[in-house]
């Protein structure tokens, strides 16, 4: 969509709305798209595509025929849009309820529905539903970004378009084909599950995501019609959780201590494969998922080797094969548009799309309800707001005020001034309310709810239960929709930890912890500053003050040996980071600016880990500038993602993680 064209459709809306009795097609050629030179035939081609982007946007277009009085008064068909009919329900919430709405909405903030969560509460604030609410410091979830495959199922699945990709069959162990109808997705047992229709065998299945192997192809042309009764938590009710088993794995002296922790040495004779290999150390480790154990080990790289099971052996070596042949590959020209930064602009997405004069529209729609319910905004806030540069706000209100009525006169206008860097707007076209909830945010927010129902804090019958009746109702049937997506449980494992941690932020005091730090491979014990709690999925971390390493620190609760209060009280000088949700890593001026190429398998790696720049690459796959505090992991990063990700610059980071893939692999070379 062109900027021009985004002017056209905003000016076509408008008369639309402003219509009692509608508009004939000869009267909008005329004063909205003013075309005197296209042919009839060209001109409805275009007036069909631009009634489909309004639909799109939630706008129905109605069309009214009047019958003619004979065979020589031919039937007139005008077109209008209702002022009611698309407009998001009034929705009135009350403090606890805005809190939970935004944990709801927060959950998303680096997954597949990050956006759409964010344009929902977008329209919330526009309607005035929202108040200000304080987030609590010890229930901060979030949902763990599950890779590009449930972004581009979670597109497919909304768009009810048909999909294809490369998956391992866990019968055979042999990677197929497979074309399916995606008609949910879930979390089930710590895994996401996709629930399609596979068009070769003729029945439903269920497809671990960790098991697809190649990205996914949505076949936009083709489209299917899902059950109507469809509900994916039910459909994954059923399903039985993978049997415990137990793998023998090969690891040298003295390391992996968070391995060794929960497996047991094996005596040789017991394993039913040889013996081990020289200088190290046989442990049975007990495992449900091969792949997800088989991640895992490909990172340790030549630490640890697989023995048995045979699918594990050879799900590891294939993934280091692959991060070796990607490390090994011609390096692209590194390069970055100016612009990309993203601390240039907040809300700015980090990953490779650009800005489209698609989203400058969404945003617009969203922009003049919110202006009028929130006059004398400072144009700075505003654009914070919205996640916008200054600029590229004065840009959107430029074109806005050229919008109005066809052929009106100034006082049909759009009427918005910010002369004084105060924003008001004395006249709005009936643009004053948000439209409705798209089916993406309906699913962001009443699915984010669905999962917090996992944590204590927020029983059945309260807050949690009420607004989420309120979201259902203001949904209609698009919230309907939202029974295609469950998302995963996450209660915290350690308990006991996030009760003390939680108790001493509250009353403000320090704490000593012994904890486990898997890249020094060693246990320290240090006192901290607890700040707040926050989650991805089921793992809690513990933002802190850390008095040994004098700055803040992010500790993995499941890794923390022991937590206890030293009854000291905080230091004045901690205080949390700046941004909501939490960012598992807060850059400093001497981390290492890394620059990563990411497959298209990999590209949301560079929101998870908070890229700074970016650039798209031919193919789908992504440039991404990352600044690291610590880089002595990263090759056990390149080895973990098989060929989705590796380092190009700095040249020692590049050869280093090549190296520690050969020596990875010489350990299968048998």
């Not at 977008?122 to 449930?150: C, M």
């Not at 729609?365 to 200054?390: E, M, W, Y």
């Not at 804090?457 to 049937?477: F, N, W, Y």
């Not at 002595?632 to 610059?649: C, E, K, S, Y």
Request: with cysteine; hydrophobic share 40%.
């Amino acid at each position: 969509m062109s900027a021009s064209r985004t002017e056209r459709l905003l000016n076509l809306l408008i008369a639309l709305l402003n219509t009692t009795y509608g508009l004939r097609r000869s009267e909008l050629r005329e004063k909205v798209y003013h075309d005197t030179s296209s042919t009839d035939v060209a001109f409805g081609r275009m007036f069909e595509r631009d009634k489909g982007e309004l639909r799109r946007f939630g706008f129905d277009v109605e069309t009214v025929t009047d019958k003619g009085w004979g065979s020589d008064d031919p039937a007139t068909t005008r077109y209008r849009i209702g002022k009611d009919s698309n407009r998001l329900p009034d929705v009135s919430l009350t403090p606890a309820e805005c809190t939970v709405l935004m944990l709801a909405a927060q959950l998303w903030e680096h997954a597949a529905l990050g956006s759409a969560a964010l344009n929902a509460v977008r329209k919330l604030q526009a309607s005035g539903g929202l108040v200000d609410a304080e987030l609590p410091a010890g229930v901060q979830p979030r949902i763990r970004p599950a890779g590009q495959a449930f972004e581009d199922l979670v597109a497919a699945m909304h768009a009810q378009h048909p999909v294809s990709f490369r998956y391992l069959a866990g019968s055979t162990g042999k990677e197929e084909e497979r074309l399916v109808e995606p008609w949910g997705l879930g979390n089930r047992f710590g895994q996401w599950y996709l629930v399609a229709h596979d068009r070769a065998r003729g029945d439903k299945r269920f497809f671990r995501l960790s098991r697809v192997t190649s990205a996914v192809t949505v076949l936009e042309k083709e489209s299917f019609t899902p059950p109507s009764d469809f509900n994916v938590r039910a459909e994954l009710a059923g399903l039985a959780e993978l049997p415990v088993r137990s793998a023998a794995v090969d690891v040298r002296p003295g390391r992996l201590r968070g391995l060794r922790k929960r497996a047991l040495p094996v005596p040789a004779a017991d394993t039913g494969a040889g013996l081990p290999a020289t200088g190290r150390d046989r442990l049975s480790v007990p495992f449900r998922d091969v792949e997800t154990l088989a991640e895992e080990l490909a990172s340790y790289g030549p630490l640890a080797v697989a023995v048995s099971p045979p699918e594990l052996v050879s799900s590891v070596r294939r993934r280091l094969a692959a991060a070796a042949d990607f490390a090994a590959a011609p390096v692209p020209p590194i390069a970055f548009p100016a612009d990309s930064s993203a601390a240039s602009s907040p809300g700015k997405p980090r990953h490779g799309r650009k800005r489209t004069s698609e989203d400058q529209l969404t945003r617009m729609l969203q922009l003049v309800p919110f202006l009028v319910h929130n006059q004398g905004l400072h144009i700075s806030d505003v654009a914070q707001k919205f996640g916008i540069t200054r600029k590229e706000l004065e840009a959107d209100l430029r074109i806005l005020i050229c919008s109005g009525l066809p052929e009106g006169y100034p006082d049909d206008l759009l009427d918005i001034q910010w002369d004084d860097d105060h924003v008001t707007i004395t006249e709005h076209l009936d643009l004053n309310r948000p439209v409705r909830f798209t089916v993406e945010e309906a699913c962001a927010l009443l699915t984010g709810l669905e999962t917090l129902n996992g944590l204590p804090e927020l029983a059945a019958g309260s807050a949690l239960e009420s607004v989420t009746l309120k979201l259902m109702a203001a949904a209609g049937e698009e919230g309907l929709k939202a029974a295609a997506l469950s998302g995963p449980e996450v209660g915290p494992g350690n308990s006991a930890a996030l009760e003390t941690a939680r108790e001493a932020i509250r009353a403000g005091v320090q704490l000593r912890l012994r904890y486990f730090s898997p890249l020094r491979d060693t246990v320290s014990e240090r006192n901290i500053d607890p700040l707040r709690l926050y989650s991805l999925d089921n793992t809690w971390y513990l933002e802190a003050y850390c008095h040994s390493a004098l700055g803040l620190r992010n500790f993995r609760l499941d890794r923390i040996e022991a937590l206890e209060s030293t009854g000291l009280p905080v230091s004045e000088t901690a205080a949390p980071g700046s941004s909501f949700p939490v960012k598992l890593f807060t850059p400093n001026d001497d981390d290492t600016v890394v620059v990563v190429e990411l497959t298209r398998r990999g590209i949301g790696l560079a929101d998870e880990y908070y890229a700074e720049r970016t650039a798209e690459l031919p193919g789908g796959g992504l440039l991404a500038e990352i600044r690291f505090g610590s880089t002595g992991w990263l090759p056990m990063f390149v080895a973990q993602h098989g060929g989705a990700a590796r380092i190009l610059q700095p040249e020692e980071l590049a050869e280093a993680s090549r190296e520690w893939l050969a020596a990875g692999l010489a350990n299968y070379e048998d």
